[in-house]
């Protein structure tokens, strides 16, 4: 059992940054692939970025390629998702998740969730 608490959500201008944390709880921490998720208002949950169990390997969608950073720290336990150069349509609820030796960007393949971090992004 794995249960993961989001934070670091949150108002920002356009081209401002944030850093949202994901810390989790259980065992094995460093045996799950974590990633970031995102839905908007009216839309479908879609993938961000990964990051594969060991750190070594990280994949993001190309919307925020150089502007996000994944990153983890299987000393504690937290996995971090650094925005930078935020836009408007950054504007979403993102979920942090856990998937047992899957790395990839397929939601149905992550079986623990947290619940989510506001992050709106004004113009």
């Known amino acids: 059992q794995v249960q993961l608490v989001e934070s670091g959500g949150g108002l920002v201008q356009a081209g401002g940054s944030l850093r949202l944390s994901c810390a989790a709880s259980g065992r094995s921490f460093s045996s799950y692939a974590m990633g970031w998720f995102r839905q908007a208002p009216g839309k479908e949950r879609e993938f961000v970025a990964a990051i594969h169990w060991s750190g070594t390997s990280t994949t993001y969608t190309d919307s925020v390629k150089g502007r996000f950073t994944i990153s983890r720290d299987n000393a504690k336990n937290t996995v971090y998702l650094q925005m930078n150069n935020l836009k408007p349509e950054d504007t979403a609820v993102y979920y942090c998740?856990?998937?047992?030796?899957?790395?990839?960007?397929?939601?149905?393949?992550?079986?623990?969730w947290g619940q989510g971090t506001q992050v709106t992004v004004s113009s």
């Open positions: 998740a856990a998937s047992y030796r899957y790395y990839g960007n397929s939601p149905a393949n992550y079986y623990y």
